[in-house]
């Protein structure tokens, strides 16, 4: 088992920046694909970014050159750097995690076992 803890969400203005954590306990996630996903109120959950393998990464359209995914494995902890912030990435920003050693991102929230609790992160205008 895999137990995810995001932290770093808040209120921030539209240009600002924040840093997402999510620390990963139970076992080593060094070969597990990693991502974040985010899910604003009526709306579904959307992927965000992914990494997995030997640092292979990929982002949706919406954050691609804002958001930067990286991973520390001494830490068992990845981190989303959000860079440039518009209201509309205003959400619940979720940290989730798969064994997995494919070449492929894996972008559908239906194909991870493990999830966080969710932190919100608001983006005024």
């Known amino acids: 088992q895999v137990q995810l803890v995001e932290s770093g969400g808040g209120l921030v203005q539209a240009g600002g920046s924040l840093r997402l954590s999510c620390a990963a306990s139970g076992r080593s996630v060094s070969s597990y694909a990693m991502a974040w996903f985010r899910q604003a109120p009526g709306n579904e959950r959307e992927f965000v970014a992914v990494?997995?393998?030997?640092?292979?990464?990929y982002y949706a359209d919406s954050v691609k050159g804002r958001f930067t995914i990286s991973r520390d494995n001494t830490k068992n902890t990845v981190y989303l750097q959000m860079n440039s912030l518009k209201p509309e990435d205003t959400a619940v920003y979720y940290c989730?995690?798969?064994?997995?050693?494919?070449?492929?991102?894996?972008?559908?929230?239906?194909?991870?076992?493990?999830w966080g609790q969710g932190t919100q992160v608001t983006v005024s205008s």
């Open positions: 990494r997995w393998s030997a640092g292979s990464t």
């Open positions: 989730a995690a798969q064994l997995y050693r494919g070449s492929r991102p894996k972008k559908e929230a239906s194909e991870y076992d493990y």
